[in-house]
């Protein structure tokens, strides 16, 4: 049983950044490995960024790499995402995911819990 919360979603000009948190309670005493999904309407749910439990492992998707990055605070339970130089096209629905299988994966059905998405809006 894993809980997860997005937040820090908003509304902001491109060119712009944002951090996105996501608070993980439940199931903390195991590893796992978290993500970073996007969102847009009518399109398919999208890998963007994922960290290993250490956080000695990270992996980007292109559209997102040098701008993006993932880190994780354990103590905290918390994984976040800074989006930097942000364009339009990042635009979505932004959720965290936890993966309690072995590696860094990237397909959506890799992972077994979700949050419910914290809305990322990027205005040109």
């Known amino acids: 049983q894993v809980q997860l919360v997005e937040s820090g979603g908003g509304l902001v000009q491109a060119g712009g950044s944002l951090r996105l948190s996501c608070e993980v309670s439940?199931?903390?005493?195991?590893?796992?490995?978290m993500g970073w999904f996007r969102q847009a309407p009518g399109k398919e749910r999208e890998f963007v960024a994922a960290?290993?439990?250490?956080?000695?492992?990270?992996d980007y998707a292109d559209s997102v790499k040098g701008r993006f990055t993932i880190s994780r605070d354990n103590a905290k339970n918390t994984v976040y995402l800074q989006m930097n130089s942000l364009k339009p096209e990042d635009t979505a629905i932004y959720y965290c995911?936890?993966?309690?299988?072995?590696?860094?994966?990237?397909?959506?059905?890799?992972?077994?819990?979700w949050g419910q998405g914290t809305q990322v809006t990027v205005s040109s």
């Open positions: 995911a936890a993966d309690f299988s072995i590696g860094v994966k990237r397909p959506v059905y890799e992972y077994d819990y």
């Open positions: 439940g199931r903390t005493f195991s590893s796992y490995t």
């Open positions: 960290i290993s439990w250490s956080g000695g492992h990270t």
